[in-house]
Nanobody, 117 residues
Framework: VQLQASGGGLVQAGGSLRLSCVASDSVVSIFHMGWYHQAPGKQRELVASITTDGRTNYIDSVKGRFTISRDNAKNMAVLQMNSLKPGDTGVYYC????????????WGQGTLVTVSS
């Protein structure tokens, strides 16, 4: 199983980015999906996750700003990030697995998000 994350970049505070995670096969329809954030010098933490049937989970700091979704037909999970803040800076990883709310059996390579103030 391979997960390929993309969509990171440099954005000003208040801006938006859309992260995508494409799976090598049909894992998106089989496993829960999650997005994790690792800020510089800090541990990786779950940001948002989504079950196989579309239930979602968010940490408090991103509620109302981030939206996780999945497209099983495209083997893809997406994290739409709006109203970005400098504290959102870091590497974002997508993951898949059967654990809930922290799916973590398979990992993508990460995509860097930098939010300038």
């Amino acid at each position: 199983v391979q997960l390929q994350a993309s969509g990171g970049g440099l954005v000003q505070a208040g801006g938006s980015l859309r992260l995508s995670c494409v799976a090598s096969d049909s894992v998106v329809s089989i496993f829960h999906m999650g997005w994790y954030h690792q800020a510089p010098g800090k541990q990786r933490e779950l940001v948002a996750s989504i079950t196989t049937d579309g239930r979602t989970n968010y940490i408090d700091s991103v509620k109302g700003r981030f939206t996780i979704s999945r497209d099983n037909a495209k083997n893809m999970a997406v994290l739409q990030m709006n109203s970005l803040k400098p504290g959102d800076t870091g590497v974002y990883y997508c993951a898949a697995g059967s654990g809930w709310p922290r799916p973590a059996s398979f990992w993508g390579q990460g995509t860097l998000v930098t939010v300038s103030s």
